[in-house]
């Protein structure tokens, strides 16, 4: 389904979405990462959290999948920035086609669009940038905040293993077939021991049947770079927030599920699994869809963050 919807100044911004569940119920909205289409938000996690008494959204980002491409706005200086940073070690502000700002606006648009002022947001790696950004702008329109490997965005925190980054910079061949292979690779570099590979080819070649659109990529990492470290704004959130992070995340080390647990504060939930890498595969869905059902329960009345209780969850699987 495609939704019109008022995101900025933008003409005729649209979003692709899928809906699960029964619209009566309270909206949860999952936010999906960097290049990443919104079917990795698996079709069974999705009716799995409708079934625990929500409204579950899914939806393609800006600039990937089958919503509104930004090709218009041409290149971002992505490679300047890399090389800047690696040469002086720091960053350095340049322009950038849009930011996160701008994907956060997109997703309260498209809640707006189908009638919700509020929601439980759920965001995945960029995805959780995304939503702690949502967070930030207007918390009166998030019930709950739940980041799933993400960040704050703070310089000092460690990067991914090489190796991964490389693998995950470097092109496909030019025939569909090559791209079906780079994305089998990249997801079973990143994701967590023992993904099963049927499933996995299936999903690869679907994904790239539906939308090829690596210049959209691209402007999504400079939307990520141009933005500022978050932790000082993530100190003032009120609305209840649990952290979940993998600890065999090799993209995007468990360091930073700590830090952001540690600038949000409080009584923040922190929900670090084991073996979880930079995917959430089906093996983790009732440990994650637990954190997200208890986190959102205290988000219903939309109070403060007293009272976080998951000591009797089993968050670390083997």
């Known amino acids: 389904m495609r939704a019109q919807i008022k995101s900025g100044d933008v003409d005729g911004m649209y979003l692709e979405y899928e809906t699960f569940g029964d619209k009566k119920n309270p909206c949860v909205l999952l936010i999906m990462g960097l290049a990443v289409q919104m079917l990795a938000w698996r079709e069974r996690f999705c009716e799995d959290l409708a079934a625990k008494g929500f ?15 930004f090709d218009e706005l041409g290149p971002p200086p992505l490679v ?24 956060a606006r997109d997703s309260f648009g498209l809640l707006t669009a189908l009638g919700f002022e509020k929601a439980h947001l759920v965001g995945a790696s960029m995805g959780g940038m995304i939503a702690q950004t949502m967070a930030i702008m207007d918390p ?24 991964v980054r490389m693998m995950l910079l470097k092109k496909p061949g030019p025939t569909h077939e090559d791209r079906v292979n780079r994305t089998i690779d990249a997801i079973t570099m990143i994701s967590s021991p023992q993904l099963p590979s049927a499933d996995l080819a299936s999903y690869a070649e679907r994904v790239i049947t539906r939308s090829y659109h ?7 990492m400079n939307a990520i770079i141009a933005q500022a470290d978050r932790s000082k704004d993530l100190g003032g959130l009120k609305m209840p927030c649990v952290v979940i992070h993998g600890r065999g995340d090799r ?67 083997e």
């Not at 409204?55 to 491409?69: E, Q």
């Not at 009166?140 to 090489?162: F, K, Q």
């Open 140 to 163: 009166d329109r998030v019930l709950s905040l739940c980041s799933i490997m993400s960040t704050t965005g703070a310089r000092n925190l460690p990067d991914g293993e090489t190796k």
């Open 214 to 220: 690596p210049e959209g990529a691209t402007r999504q």
């Open 55 to 69: 409204y579950v959204i899914r939806f393609d980002n800006r600039d990937i999948g089958l919503s509104k491409h």
């Open 80 to 103: 300047r920035r890399v090389i800047f940073n690696a040469i002086c070690g720091r960053w350095f502000k340049v322009g950038t086609p849009y930011g996160l700002e701008d994907m």
């Open 251 to 317: 993209l995007v080390p468990v360091a930073h599920g700590e830090a952001t647990a540690a600038a949000i504060g409080g009584d923040v939930g922190l929900v670090i699994v084991d073996n979880m890498g930079h995917v959430v595969v089906q093996r983790f869905n009732e440990t994650v869809i637990s954190a997200i059902v208890r986190n959102a329960g205290r988000g219903m009345g939309r109070g403060s963050r007293e009272g976080l209780d998951i000591s009797d969850l089993d968050l670390s699987l």
